[in-house]
C-alpha cells in the first residue's frame, strides 16, 4: 500500500484546485465526508479552505460501512445522508461542497446542487489526485465537446469487433441535471458538479433511442470490478435496453452481476461519452476507484444503469462504466474519434500524436 502523503504535502494541491473552483473569502465550503474515513483529506481541506480566508464547514454523517469510496461506487445512491436533515441544511447553505464520501447518482447531490452549492468529489487517493491534477487547458477542451454533443442529434460508435450502436440523444441544454455531464476536475460554475480527477464528458440517449450491439474486445475494462475483460462480450441493445448478453466466462460473469441486482432497470442503456485525459493510464492496477480508464485520452466510455445525473428516474443501484479502447465516435454524420485518435483541433490535447 501506497505511503499515506502528509498534510503539508497535500495542502498546496488542495489550495490550488481551491482556487480553480474559484473560492472567494466571503464563501462558505462544506467538507462532508462519512464516519472515520477520509479524515486527513477532511482535515487538509479545512485547513485549505482558511488558508483562502474562506469559513470551512465540517459536515460528517454517521457511516453506513467502513470500505469507503471503492464499495460505494459499486452500490450507489444509498448513503446516510438520506436520513440526516440537519447535514443537509448546511450542504445547501454553502457555495461549495467538497464531497469526500461519494454522492454520485443519489437525490441528495441533486437536491444540493439545485441549492445553488456547486459539489466536487474527491476520493481518490493522493497519488492519483497529483498525477492527474486539472487544469484550465483540459477544461476548454471538455467545453469544446460539450458545445458539440449540446448541438448534436445523433451518437453512433463502432469497433472492429463488431460494435455498432446508434443513440438517439436526448436534448441536454438546461440547468443540472439536464446538462451535458461534463468532468474536468474542478468547479466555478453554481449548482455545478465535478469530479477531481477527471477529464471526460457524458451524455444519454432518450429511455428507448439506444439501438445495436456492443462487442466489447479483450482488454477493455470493466469497471467497478477494475478488471480487464479476458475475451470478448457481446451486448444487444434494443430500445434502450440490453435484451442479451453473449460470450465467454466474462460474459456470464457480468450477466450473473446484473441479474444480482434483481432490477430490471439494471439493464438500461446509461451515459456516453469519450475521454480527453492525456495524464490518463489504460491501467486496472491503479488505487481507487479507477477514474484513469475513464478519462483515457479517446476511449469511448459506455454505460449500463442509472441516469438521474441526467435528470431521468432510473436510480437503479447496479452502475457499470464499461472504458473500451480504439472505437470510432460520430456526432450526426461528424467523425469525432476516429480508432481512439481525437479528431477535432478544439478537443486535442497539445501533446498528443
Ligand atoms: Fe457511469
Redesign the pocket.
Known amino acids: 500500500m501506497a505511503e499515506l502523503a502528509s498534510v503539508a504535502e497535500m495542502q498546496p494541491l488542495f489550495v490550488e484546485v481551491l482556487k480553480l473552483c474559484g473560492v472567494k473569502s466571503n464563501e462558505k465550503v462544506a467538507v462532508l465526508s462519512e464516519g472515520g474515513l477520509a479524515q486527513e483529506y477532511s482535515m487538509t481541506f479545512m485547513a485549505a479552505v482558511a488558508a483562502l480566508d474562506a469559513e470551512p464547514v465540517r459536515v460528517n454523517v454517521a457511516a453506513t460501512s467502513d470500505a469507503g469510496a471503492e464499495a460505494r461506487i459499486a452500490n450507489l445512491g444509498r448513503s446516510a445522508l438520506s436520513t440526516d436533515a440537519a447535514a443537509m441544511r448546511s450542504l445547501k447553505q454553502a457555495d461549495l461542497v467538497i464531497d469526500l464520501m461519494l454522492l454520485l447518482f443519489s437525490r441528495e447531490q441533486i437536491e444540493i446542487q439545485k441549492s445553488g452549492a456547486r459539489i466536487l468529489m474527491v476520493v481518490e487517493p493522493f497519488e492519483v489526485l497529483q498525477r492527474l491534477m486539472p487544469n484550465p487547458s483540459m477544461r476548454a477542451r471538455v467545453e469544446a465537446a460539450e458545445r458539440r454533443m449540446q448541438a448534436a442529434k445523433t451518437l453512433r460508435f463502432t469497433n472492429d469487433a463488431g460494435t455498432d450502436l446508434h443513440y438517439e440523444l436526448k436534448a441536454l441544454n438546461g440547468p443540472p441535471p439536464e446538462c451535458i455531464l461534463t468532468e474536468y476536475g474542478y468547479t466555478d460554475t453554481p449548482g455545478r458538479w465535478d469530479h477531481w480527477p477527471s477529464g471526460f464528458l457524458?451524455s444519454t440517449g432518450t429511455v428507448t433511442g439506444v439501438e445495436g450491439t456492443v462487442v466489447m474486445n479483450a482488454g477493455d475494462i470493466v469497471l467497478p470490478w477494475k478488471q480487464f475483460l479476458k475475451t470478448p462480450v457481446e451486448f444487444k441493445i434494443s430500445n434502450g435496453k440490453v435484451t442479451d448478453i453473449n460470450g465467454e466466462e466474462d460474459a456470464r460473469r457480468l450477466r450473473d452481476y446484473i441479474e444480482g441486482f434483481n432490477d430490471p432497470r439494471a439493464y438500461a442503456v446509461?451515459?456516453i461519452g469519450w475521454g480527453l485525459n492525456e495524464d490518463a493510464l489504460w491501467a486496472v492496477d491503479v488505487p481507487g476507484i479507477a477514474m484513469d480508464s475513464?478519462a483515457y485520452y479517446g476511449n469511448v466510455?459506455f454505460?449500463l444503469?442509472p441516469n438521474t445525473e441526467f435528470g431521468g428516474a432510473n436510480d437503479t443501484a447496479c452502475?457499470?462504466?464499461l472504458p473500451m479502447k480504439n472505437c470510432s465516435l460520430w456526432l450526426d454524420d461528424d467523425l469525432i474519434v476516429s480508432r481512439g485518435e481525437v479528431l477535432p483541433n478544439d478537443m486535442r490535447a497539445l501533446n498528443s500524436a
Do not use: Q, T, Y
Open positions: 457524458a446509461s451515459h475513464r466510455l454505460s444503469g452502475h457499470l462504466d
